[in-house]
């Protein structure tokens, strides 16, 4: 594996991950304003988002049931997961050109990401 080849894998997983996760809220986008674009909102009253709007597990479901706002939100998660996935391309590129401080580097970011997203989580 080479510098060349890992980022042409990293150039085309952004890509993909970016149009990918822009078709899927585009989608759930048309499919809520289809389904909801002639309700009456009531701008006064604000209450937190049902789980299956914040929970992992609820959101895939959701989608796969095809409910708009899970569609949209899954969207938003493959958004999120690119610069994830991105980065743990790069840690085992890195790993398979055996270049340890890149390898290093790459961990602590991926091990930040993570713990950023998690407690994130916990918190809300």
Known sequence: MTDSKIE????????????????VVLAGGCYYV?????DIVDYHKFGAQPDTDRLLHRIVGGAIALRPRSVIQLGVLLLIATPILRVTVSLVGFAME??????TIAAIVLALLVYSLTSGMAGG
């Open 8 to 23: 042409r894998l990293i150039a085309a997983l952004l890509r993909a991950g970016v149009l990918v996760a822009g078709a």
């Open 34 to 38: 289809a389904a909801h674009g002639a």
């Open 98 to 103: 055996r270049d340890r401080l890149y390898v």
